[in-house]
């Protein structure tokens, strides 16, 4: 149980820094670059942590996908930049996409 929440530190943690991205203004403002740099040394951290336990594909299936659905929320929120129809059509198949990996793959750590 615990590599999964290193997993989902690792996903929180790199949503927070890639949202900072746009923030930062190519990283010439100070607040906002921290974020990022510091958001995603936790998030590499942790999904190395992760990775003891969690195959790296299924792992990275995940940390990639729930960080497309969340930074596409965030950027819709926060930057006002509102998907269109074959957007969602594309982060709804993530979506299943994610959810057959969790439900169905037998993949094993060696």
Partial sequence: M???IYL???ILFEVMA???LKASAGFTRLWPSIMVVVGYAISFFAMSLAL???PVGIAYAIWSGIGIIL???I???LYRQQPD???MVGIGFIIIGVIILNL???VEVH
């Fill in 8 to 10: 989902l530190i690792a």
């Fill in 104 to 106: 169905l793959s037998r």
């Fill in 52 to 54: 003891e336990a969690i």
């Fill in 85 to 87: 129809i074959w957007a």
């Fill in 71 to 73: 930074i596409t929320a």
């Fill in 2 to 4: 615990k590599y999964w």
């Fill in 75 to 77: 950027a819709w929120v």
């Fill in 18 to 20: 890639t949202s900072a």
